[in-house]
């Protein structure tokens, strides 16, 4: 093999190398930036659930309190103990 057939091949190995590692760098980081995605989307929805539980719960505070209201000026206007 010639010097410069030798210099020829250790400059593709060694081209081959750093496209390499360059493509391995590069699959790393989306890996990563694809798992750091799909935890933020997990907080984003624990949120989101927890934002829905308190309506939920807010609305059957408020059906409560109006049937408290209701009962209560019923038995106001009829004294009747049925209402309390």
Not at 18 to 34: D, N, R
């Amino acid at each position: 093999m010639t010097e410069k057939t030798a210099n020829a091949a250790l400059r593709f190995i060694r081209n081959f190398a750093i496209f390499f590692a360059l493509l391995a760098t590069c699959a790393g980081g989306l890996g990563y930036i694809v798992v750091q995605g799909e935890k933020e989307a997990d907080r984003s929805n624990e949120w989101i659930l927890h934002t829905h539980n308190i309506m939920v719960t807010a609305e059957e505070l408020a059906t409560l309190l109006e049937n408290v209201l209701s009962s209560q000026r019923g038995y106001m206007l009829t004294r009747d103990p049925e209402f309390m």
